[in-house]
Protein backbone atom coordinates (compact mmCIF):
# COMPACT_ATOMS: atom_id res chain seq x y z
CA UNK A 1 0.00 0.00 0.00
CA UNK A 2 1.75 3.35 -0.61
CA UNK A 3 0.16 6.64 1.06
CA UNK A 4 0.90 9.98 0.37
CA UNK A 5 2.26 12.16 3.04
CA UNK A 6 1.83 16.16 2.97
CA UNK A 7 2.67 18.85 5.59
CA UNK A 8 2.39 22.68 6.08
CA UNK A 9 0.77 23.37 2.91
CA UNK A 10 -0.14 26.93 4.03
CA UNK A 11 -3.36 26.94 1.58
CA UNK A 12 -1.55 25.59 -1.98
CA UNK A 13 -0.95 22.46 -3.16
CA UNK A 14 1.94 22.77 -6.41
CA UNK A 15 0.92 20.78 -9.29
CA UNK A 16 3.83 18.66 -8.95
CA UNK A 17 1.89 17.00 -5.95
CA UNK A 18 -0.19 15.53 -8.27
CA UNK A 19 2.34 14.06 -9.93
CA UNK A 20 4.28 12.65 -7.09
CA UNK A 21 1.02 10.88 -5.57
CA UNK A 22 -0.48 8.91 -8.67
CA UNK A 23 -1.45 6.12 -7.64
CA UNK A 24 -1.28 6.28 -3.84
CA UNK A 25 -4.03 4.34 -2.30
CA UNK A 26 -4.18 7.74 0.89
CA UNK A 27 -3.07 10.67 2.07
CA UNK A 28 -2.26 11.74 5.22
CA UNK A 29 -1.94 15.27 5.87
CA UNK A 30 -0.02 16.24 8.56
CA UNK A 31 -1.29 20.06 9.82
CA UNK A 32 -1.42 23.66 8.68
CA UNK A 33 -3.24 22.75 5.21
CA UNK A 34 -4.53 26.76 5.01
CA UNK A 35 -7.99 26.05 3.48
CA UNK A 36 -10.84 23.81 2.58
CA UNK A 37 -9.37 24.35 -0.84
CA UNK A 38 -6.17 22.08 -0.25
CA UNK A 39 -7.98 18.97 0.85
CA UNK A 40 -10.76 19.06 -1.70
CA UNK A 41 -7.84 19.60 -4.29
CA UNK A 42 -6.23 16.36 -3.06
CA UNK A 43 -9.19 14.10 -2.46
CA UNK A 44 -9.46 14.64 -6.47
CA UNK A 45 -6.48 11.71 -6.14
CA UNK A 46 -7.48 9.71 -2.83
CA UNK A 47 -9.08 10.08 0.63
CA UNK A 48 -7.22 12.08 2.78
CA UNK A 49 -6.77 11.90 6.23
CA UNK A 50 -5.93 15.35 8.32
CA UNK A 51 -5.16 16.85 11.58
CA UNK A 52 -5.07 20.19 12.28
CA UNK A 53 -1.82 22.36 12.44
CA UNK A 54 -0.99 25.53 14.76
CA UNK A 55 -2.20 28.12 11.90
CA UNK A 56 -5.29 25.85 10.99
CA UNK A 57 -7.67 28.96 12.95
CA UNK A 58 -11.22 27.13 12.64
CA UNK A 59 -10.44 23.94 11.60
CA UNK A 60 -11.20 21.88 14.72
CA UNK A 61 -12.37 18.71 16.09
CA UNK A 62 -14.07 16.57 15.12
CA UNK A 63 -13.29 17.12 11.44
CA UNK A 64 -9.22 18.00 11.86
CA UNK A 65 -8.76 17.29 15.74
CA UNK A 66 -5.02 17.83 16.84
CA UNK A 67 -4.01 14.24 16.28
CA UNK A 68 -5.15 10.59 14.98
CA UNK A 69 -3.78 7.09 15.75
CA UNK A 70 -4.69 4.27 12.95
CA UNK A 71 -3.49 0.86 11.96
CA UNK A 72 -3.34 0.00 8.27
CA UNK A 73 -1.68 -3.09 6.77
CA UNK A 74 -0.55 -3.72 10.49
CA UNK A 75 0.77 -0.96 11.18
CA UNK A 76 0.20 1.50 13.97
CA UNK A 77 0.44 5.28 12.80
CA UNK A 78 0.46 8.30 14.93
CA UNK A 79 -0.10 11.41 13.01
CA UNK A 80 0.19 15.13 14.11
CA UNK A 81 1.22 18.66 13.59
CA UNK A 82 3.51 19.56 16.35
CA UNK A 83 6.44 16.37 17.02
CA UNK A 84 5.80 17.53 20.63
CA UNK A 85 2.75 15.45 20.66
CA UNK A 86 4.33 12.04 20.13
CA UNK A 87 6.49 12.31 23.15
CA UNK A 88 5.89 9.60 25.15
CA UNK A 89 3.02 7.80 23.35
CA UNK A 90 2.25 4.03 25.27
CA UNK A 91 2.48 1.79 23.64
CA UNK A 92 4.84 3.50 21.00
CA UNK A 93 3.48 3.48 17.27
CA UNK A 94 5.56 2.23 14.16
CA UNK A 95 5.43 5.45 12.74
CA UNK A 96 5.06 8.97 14.04
CA UNK A 97 4.08 11.57 11.25
CA UNK A 98 4.11 14.68 11.40
CA UNK A 99 4.74 18.71 9.96
CA UNK A 100 5.92 21.92 11.55
CA UNK A 101 8.90 22.05 11.07
CA UNK A 102 9.16 22.11 7.27
CA UNK A 103 12.34 20.01 7.63
CA UNK A 104 12.01 16.51 5.45
CA UNK A 105 12.76 13.51 8.47
CA UNK A 106 12.83 10.17 7.47
CA UNK A 107 14.84 8.28 10.89
CA UNK A 108 14.37 5.50 13.03
CA UNK A 109 14.94 6.12 16.85
CA UNK A 110 14.31 3.85 19.12
CA UNK A 111 12.63 1.44 16.72
CA UNK A 112 10.00 4.00 15.75
CA UNK A 113 10.11 6.16 12.15
CA UNK A 114 9.59 9.61 12.81
CA UNK A 115 8.58 10.70 9.19
CA UNK A 116 7.95 14.62 8.28
CA UNK A 117 7.59 14.75 4.73
CA UNK A 118 8.77 18.48 5.08
CA UNK A 119 6.91 21.64 3.56
CA UNK A 120 4.77 21.36 0.19
CA UNK A 121 3.13 24.85 0.95
CA UNK A 122 6.03 26.98 1.45
CA UNK A 123 10.00 26.82 2.63
CA UNK A 124 10.87 28.51 5.66
CA UNK A 125 12.86 27.49 8.85
CA UNK A 126 16.21 27.07 6.35
CA UNK A 127 13.77 24.55 4.21
CA UNK A 128 14.70 25.43 0.27
CA UNK A 129 12.94 23.05 -1.17
CA UNK A 130 9.13 21.99 -1.22
CA UNK A 131 8.68 18.33 -0.65
CA UNK A 132 6.44 15.72 0.07
CA UNK A 133 6.50 11.61 1.36
CA UNK A 134 5.63 8.91 -0.15
CA UNK A 135 5.29 5.62 2.96
CA UNK A 136 4.99 1.85 1.49
CA UNK A 137 3.17 -0.58 4.20
CA UNK A 138 4.07 -4.21 3.15
CA UNK A 139 3.40 -7.08 5.47
CA UNK A 140 3.28 -5.19 8.56
CA UNK A 141 6.43 -3.13 7.78
CA UNK A 142 6.58 0.38 6.58
CA UNK A 143 9.32 2.02 4.53
CA UNK A 144 9.14 5.89 4.29
CA UNK A 145 10.69 8.13 1.03
CA UNK A 146 10.57 12.02 0.54
CA UNK A 147 10.32 13.85 -2.69
CA UNK A 148 10.98 17.14 -4.06
CA UNK A 149 8.70 18.33 -5.81
CA UNK A 150 10.03 21.75 -6.69
Not at 101 to 125: M, S
Request: contains cysteine.
Amino acid sequence: MRIGVIADTHGRVPAEVFEAFAGVVMILHAGDIGGESVIADLETLARVVAVRGNTDVGFGPPLYPDTRRLTLEGVDLFLCHEPYRAERLTPPPDIIIHGHTHKARNEVINGVLWFNPGTAGKPQFDARALTVGILTLTDGKVTGEIMEVR
